[in-house]
């Protein structure tokens, strides 16, 4: 079974400032990691995925990912936030292939203040 | 097409009716995921298809919910019996297939959703 937990259903920051939105996992298989941004209305977009290899992962629109394997963690940031990042932000896990169902966070809501 | 389309992007329904939601894939993609998202909640799996094949339906909440793809492209999530607690934003998904092997992903491309709202 798999599972996530994002830590804060809202993180606030000022314009400029660096992005860290939380996500820790559970996976009794090894796991495959997903950062998706859903803007309002609309569906989900990807950012970035970790399958395997490097541990740090590059996405668009300048975030990038760490997969830790010890803290079970995968955690998202971006040095500067942008008004445009304003959005909900889901991780989401699936074992072994992308052909299997994502299990989602709860999300974060992420707000950025001029 | 450019994306994967869903209609209608708004449904409001009375309790008890029955609804019908539409799911266009990207052309091409074989594999067709449906999930559910509360309100405030993360998306939560409900079926999947690869082609016509309903692999998965292990997510549908009771059997009031059936989807189908009967050519393997479009798809149709059907909510029989319509309850208040269908309320949510229903989404599809669909990828490309590949043999599966360590390491390798196929990214799931999101339509817009059904938002489903039951009087």
């Known amino acids: 079974a798999q599972s996530v937990t994002q830590l804060g259903s809202h993180v606030s920051v000022s314009e400029g400032a660096l992005v860290l939105l939380r996500c820790n996992y559970s996976?009794?298989?090894?796991?495959?990691l997903f950062w998706y941004v859903q803007y309002p209305n609309q569906g989900l977009q990807l950012l970035l995925k970790y399958t395997t290899g490097a541990t740090l992962v590059k996405g668009i629109n300048g975030f990038e990912a760490e997969f830790k394997k010890s803290e079970t963690s995968f955690h998202l940031t971006k040095p500067s936030a942008h008004m445009s990042d304003a959005a909900e932000y889901f991780c989401a896990v699936t074992a072994f292939s992308g052909n299997t169902p994502l299990v989602f966070g709860k999300g974060t809501r992420l707000s950025v203040i001029a | 097409g450019a994306g994967v389309s869903q209609s209608p992007r708004y449904k409001v329904a009375k309790r008890g009716q029955d609804v019908a939601l539409r799911c266009d894939p990207i052309s091409g993609h074989v594999s067709l995921f449906w999930y559910q998202q509360a309100l405030g909640q993360g998306p939560e799996f409900l079926t999947y298809?690869?082609?016509?094949?309903?692999?998965?339906k292990s997510g549908l909440p009771s059997d009031r919910f059936f989807a189908e793809r009967p050519e393997g492209s479009v798809s149709t999530l059907k909510i029989q019996r319509t309850q208040q607690e269908d309320s949510a934003v229903y989404l599809c998904?669909?990828?490309?297939?590949?043999?599966?092997?360590?390491?390798?992903?196929?990214?799931?491309?999101f339509g817009p959703g059904t938002r489903l709202t039951v009087l």
């Open positions: 996976s009794s298989v090894p796991p495959y």
């Open positions: 998904a669909s990828s490309t297939h590949r043999i599966a092997t360590e390491g390798s992903t196929d990214t799931q491309y």
């Open positions: 298809f690869q082609n016509e094949a309903q692999l998965d």
